[in-house]
């Protein structure tokens, strides 16, 4: 049996860790993207799409595309998609030339948590 001020400590420390745990679940992560991560592709994408595990503030997010060397290809900063907001989006040209690709996101979650990171795709 906890005595007062010993059981007070222990309710204290167990809600700190639930409310520790629950701060850390609400980053929105990426879950899966098109094109995937990394991946070699025959024909070039006309838009680049990365699909979140949590809903993400339309406002405050981004979705860039970069050349190896450095130059921006996609049009605008990106959007998160009207109809499903875990879904950010953004255009690319037509026919991207042959060549190593950089996509930069960053988002920030419905409660205001920001995560962001990049991946790389190549076209054949």
Known sequence: MMTGSKGARVAIAVLALLLLSRTALAHAFPD????????Q?????TSVRIWFDGDIEPVFSTLIVKTAA????????????SSNSTLLETPLPHKLAPGKYYVYWSVIARD????????????K
Do not use: I, M, N, Q
Not at 32 to 39: A, E, F, I, M, Y
């Open 32 to 39: 899966h993207s098109l094109p995937r991560v990394g991946s």
């Open 41 to 45: 592709l025959t024909t070039a994408p």
């Open 112 to 123: 205001g948590h920001h995560t962001e990171g990049r991946f790389p795709f190549r076209v």
């Open 70 to 81: 450095g130059a921006k290809v996609s049009a605008g900063k990106g959007r998160v998609s």
